[in-house]
């Protein structure tokens, strides 16, 4: 799908997360492709996220926000992966200890599971694919890693999930601390997306 047809039929974001709507909606500003939501659509869906990596999970996602929309559409999958618990809480992140939890009680798991852990093994990584599906089945992924590490204690009042306890290992400070262009700019969503928008320009 070529460019000036996305800026005519816009782009469905396949989330209902406003905070990761608001990512999106400022990186694909520059392009003048018009952003839909779920709710701007009055289109309410649950995909149930069966899949064992994130590619798996995005492409659930596309598959059926496009199929219900019938617009291309833009989906996410993405977590925390820890070195120190084998990966966890990886594809599980926003399902971490339980649908009970919220993100405050994911985040203390989290640091409860980490509890004696020495600094130099607190090694960490966010990682996202986000899937790119047009009507015509065509499908595209694109990957962002941001590498980092787990601290002590939650750190900055911004963000989301775990960004709080996430040190960017290039300033130093959590996510939770830094503006949203400085965290667009490093995050594993910005990086994955900037692949996307550079693929754009090729269309």
Same mark, same amino acid.
């Given at each position: ?20 709507? !608001? ?39 596309? !598959? ?14 993405? #977590? ?9 809480? #990886? ?67 911004? #963000? ?44």
């Amino acid at each position: 799908m070529k460019l000036p047809e996305l800026r005519r039929s816009g782009i469905l974001i396949a989330t209902g997360n406003a905070h990761k709507i !608001r990512e999106l909606e400022e990186m694909l500003s520059e392009f003048a492709i018009p952003v839909r939501t779920p709710a701007s659509i009055g289109l309410s869906l649950d995909v149930e996220e069966t899949g064992n990596t994130f590619a798996e999970n995005a492409a659930l996602k596309a !598959r059926a926000f496009c199929e219900a929309a019938g617009i291309p559409v833009l989906a996410d999958d993405s #977590g925390l992966v820890v070195d120190a618990l084998n990966g966890e809480p #990886g594809v599980k992140s926003a399902r971490y200890g339980g649908e009970g939890l919220d993100d405050t009680g994911r985040l203390r798991l989290l640091l409860e599971k980490m509890h004696g852990v020495a600094s130099h093994l607190r090694q960490a990584r966010f990682v996202c694919t986000l899937a790119f599906l047009t009507p015509d089945d065509e499908i595209r992924y694109y990957e962002g890693v941001a590498e980092g590490r787990i601290l002590l204690e939650p750190e900055g009042i911004g #963000g989301f999930g775990y960004d709080p306890v996430f040190e960017d290992l290039i300033t130093g400070r959590s996510y939770a601390s830094l503006s949203a262009e400085e965290k667009n700019e490093r995050s594993h969503r910005g990086r994955a997306l900037k692949s996307f928008l550079a693929d754009l320009q090729r269309l």
